[in-house]
């Protein structure tokens, strides 16, 4: 998935990333990817035991982990021990796509084609990217870039002052005016004096019949995807950060702020300026309260609120002291 985004300059031999380490077999890396996805001739990772259940069923050639989690790994997966899991990631990240720490301008930029895109309207000043692909009866608003090799479907509406990158959009998505898609996530490994920058190789990937209001940023995944779900609406200024995945038919109010890697289940509704933590799981059908702190997972078919987020009952009995 990475090669449509981000530049990989030549094939790269497992052992010439890992010089000092003892590796039975030299392949050649298709690419990095999580636990869950990874298969043959791919680096993983493993730095915690919330996620031992991908771990034990994992299909990567090689994994990056600590010396406590590697039993958990299948035997046949080469392991690297390394202190810092995410340090070390971010290194390979950076040695195999070099320019994906930083997002760079697209100098490819240049007026749509009339020729190209025959069944598309488009507003003043738009750019679009090398290999940009929109599909028929689509409409592009004033001041918007399409940066390179992004996909947008059928009959979508982009607004004004938008900019879409690293994405693929499905059909019947609306996005309003001042939207921010596919830039790089917050993500650094604190060093001495320095930060070292962790490089987003992921997508943004938003299904079909989506609508995202004004002023929404979407971070592409860093090894993962940043997924939307079928028929999920945002309300002005939310923020998803790098590899949130939210599901179906989700409701989310203004400003509500995701942070990594958390995944949303399907039929989900959050009120405004409510918070989820990283790494968390939200099941199917749950309400969220507006304003809550969501910092532990939750789930299905419950309604939550406060800080942190408790179940309504309690909460409410909470109020009354």
Do not use: W
């Not at 990631?89 to 490819?108: G, N, Q, R, T």
């Not at 001495?192 to 971070?219: Q, S, W």
């Not at 939210?246 to 890697?261: L, R, T």
């Amino acid at each position: 998935m990475q090669s449509i985004f981000f530049f990989r300059k030549k094939k790269y031999y497992v052992k010439k990333i890992f010089p000092n380490n003892k590796i039975k077999k030299n392949f050649i890396i298709n690419s990095v990817k999580p636990l869950h996805s990874a298969n043959k001739n791919d680096i993983t990772f493993f730095d915690s035991l919330k996620y031992k259940d991908s771990a034990s069923k994992t299909k990567a050639s090689l994994c990056i982990t600590l010396l406590k989690l590697e039993k958990i790994l299948p035997s046949k997966v080469e392991k690297i021990i390394v202190p810092n899991v995410l340090y070390e990631l971010a290194k390979v990240l950076k040695y195999i796509y070099p320019y994906a720490d930083v997002d760079y301008p697209d100098l490819s930029l240049k007026k749509p084609s009339k020729k190209i895109y025959k069944l598309v309207k488009f507003g003043n000043n738009v750019l679009v990217g090398k290999s940009v692909k929109i599909g028929e009866n689509s409409m592009i608003g004033a001041n918007t870039i399409i940066q390179e090799n992004v996909k947008i479907g059928k009959n979508c509406i982009i607004g004004s002052n938008v900019i879409i990158k690293n994405s693929i959009i499905g059909n019947r998505v609306v996005m309003q005016d001042n939207c921010k898609i596919g830039q790089k996530g917050f993500g650094f490994i604190p060093i001495k004096n320095k930060n070292f920058k962790f490089p987003h190789i992921g997508r943004v990937l938003i299904n079909d019949d989506v609508e995202i209001a004004t002023g929404c940023t979407i971070d592409r995944g860093s090894v993962d995807d940043t997924i939307i779900g079928k028929n999920t609406y945002l309300d002005n200024q939310v923020h998803i950060a790098h590899n949130v995945q939210i599901g179906d038919n989700c409701m989310i109010a203004g400003q509500v702020g995701f942070a990594g890697s958390s995944k949303i289940g399907n039929n989900v509704s959050i009120g405004g300026q409510a918070g989820v933590s990283g790494h968390l799981k939200i099941g199917n059908n749950v309400k969220i309260g507006g304003g809550s702190g969501v910092v532990k997972d939750v789930g299905d078919n419950q309604i939550i609120m406060g800080y942190p987020a408790v179940p309504l009952k309690e909460f409410l009995k909470s109020q009354k002291k």
